[in-house]
């Protein structure tokens, strides 16, 4: 048996089409509407999944944004963590990632793998600026393509005037495409969208941003029109649990996650695991002075770069967190959890900014280069399987001393990587962004290690 629900899937042509601020602005729409709304975000992003937490409240709760990734994890478990979330929702609202085809390899992992998948319906968002009847043989191709897929209608972003969108209907209808309205340029929008993910403080008015971008957006799409378009089939009641590689032991543990504006970069299911494992406790290393006691440290992601100055400043926290790794505490650290564990951090304009001093490294932000890409993981000391995850950094090793790295890394196509993950004592550290939620095993196996 399966239950009615509205759901949909936001994809484009490319990245850079306006996908985000379309996600944005509906999910703000529907929430105005006393609807309850579930967001889902394709592929690995972390950022985007916050700004949909908040877009999809209108009462300043924030809510939670769902990473749904074919990559990173089983089809199983991504129908079950669509459906498992979806259920308790009026409407389901997921933004595809980057191009809609576009996949670890060729398609593998694309929305338009997911779309097909959860069996959602697809509306584009077309970036029409310069664009006219050219818009008709685009979404034929996309229509097309694949039969398996349904492309049920599509927005046209950045069309300029009613009698623009007019030429654009006109093209959609000819494809084979139901037209459901066009968003004007406006520049306010395309540069708070940029910034919106970048601008980590408390203060920066997101709020009010979303709701522009919501009311910009419903003068001239077709709200309802699209929802009726979004009508999918939930199975009514759970399905099984999906097989996972190991259980969570009975004795709880303390987890202490660190979370402000510099590490932020956390994948709710993983967060989900943790609390599997034991009581997870929040701490943040800007401006805390104290490290909770705990059995597990978890250093996540984020932009320790934008606030190196105040993290080098707090040295009761940076002590704390040295005392605690270097006396055999289990830690594990990703990315900018990795920075803040090295010596030393070099900002763009050349100053070093000391940090914990666990690892034997220094990382610096001169001479960024972008590293990015899933990745497949191989760790030693007996842990079982491949885990998987994904690279996304500017920053890079300037320095580094005599570290063990436990891992084999490969790209999705099995293309060998110089990413280690290191282990200095029981502290795991590493520039990857793992995905565990369908390897539930991984918190105990880092606890275990002491």
């Known amino acids: 048996m399966a239950a009615r629900h509205t759901a949909f899937l936001l994809a484009a042509p490319s990245s850079g089409s306006g996908k985000t601020t379309l996600a944005l602005a509906l999910m703000r729409i529907l929430a105005k509407r006393g609807l309850c709304v579930q967001p889902f975000k394709c592929g690995p992003d972390y950022l ?3 700004l949909h937490g908040i877009a999809s409240s209108c009462d300043g709760r924030n809510g939670t944004g769902i990473n749904l990734d074919t990559f990173m994890a089983s089809e ?5 963590q669509f459906n498992r979330h979806a259920r308790n929702a009026d409407v389901s609202v997921v933004e595809g990632v980057m191009g809609l085809f576009d996949g670890a390899d060729k398609a593998e992992g694309s929305s338009a793998e997911i779309a097909k998948l959860l069996g959602l319906p697809v509306i584009m968002v077309l970036n029409a600026k310069s664009m006219a009847y050219s818009a008709a043989p685009l979404l034929y191709g996309f229509r097309t393509f694949d039969p398996g897929l349904r492309l049920a209608g599509v927005i046209f972003n950045q069309a300029g005037t009613p009698s623009h969108y007019r030429y654009l209907e006109a093209a959609a209808k000819d494809a084979g495409v139901e037209p459901l309205g066009y968003v004007p340029p406006n520049q306010r929008i395309a540069i708070t969208e940029r910034h919106l993910g970048l601008n980590t403080s408390p203060d920066y008015d997101r709020e009010a941003i979303i709701d522009a971008m ?8 077709y709200v309802d029109r699209l929802l009726d378009l979004a009508r999918v089939d939930l199975p009514q009641t759970p399905e099984p649990p999906v097989p996972v590689s190991g259980q969570a032991g009975s004795q709880k543990k303390i987890i202490a996650v660190a979370r ?6 956390l994948y709710q299911e993983n ?3 943790l609390q599997e494992h034991g009581e997870v406790v929040f701490f943040s290393p800007m401006n805390d002075r104290v490290l909770p006691e705990a059995d597990l440290l978890y250093l996540a ?7 190196a100055e105040r993290l080098a400043a707090n040295r009761e926290m940076r002590d704390a967190v040295a005392a605690y790794c270097l006396q055999g505490g289990a830690a594990y650290a990703e990315c900018g959890g990795l920075m803040y564990l090295a010596n030393s951090l070099v900002t763009a304009d050349g100053t070093a900014h000391p940090m914990c001093g666990v690892l034997d490294l220094d990382t610096t932000m001169q001479h960024a280069r972008l590293k990015l890409g899933y990745r497949k993981v191989r760790l030693g000391n007996g842990y079982p399987g491949e885990l998987r995850g994904h690279e996304f950094h500017y920053s890079g090793i300037e320095r580094q001393g005599r570290l063990q ?6 790209t999705a196509r099995d293309e060998p990587v110089d990413t280690s993950l290191f282990r200095a004592g029981n502290t795991f550290a590493s520039y990857l962004h793992l995905y565990w939620g369908e390897r539930r095993d991984f918190p105990a196996f880092i606890m275990a290690r002491q």
């Open 405 to 410: 790295n436990v891992a084999t890394v490969v």
């Open 260 to 265: 402000d504006e510099a590490f932020n970069f």
């Open 214 to 221: 919501a009311a910009h957006v419903a003068d001239t799409v």
């Open 271 to 273: 967060l989900a695991v």
């Open 76 to 80: 199983a478990h991504t129908k079950e």
């Open 301 to 307: 992601g984020g932009y320790p770069e934008l606030y």
């Open 48 to 50: 985007d999944t916050r």
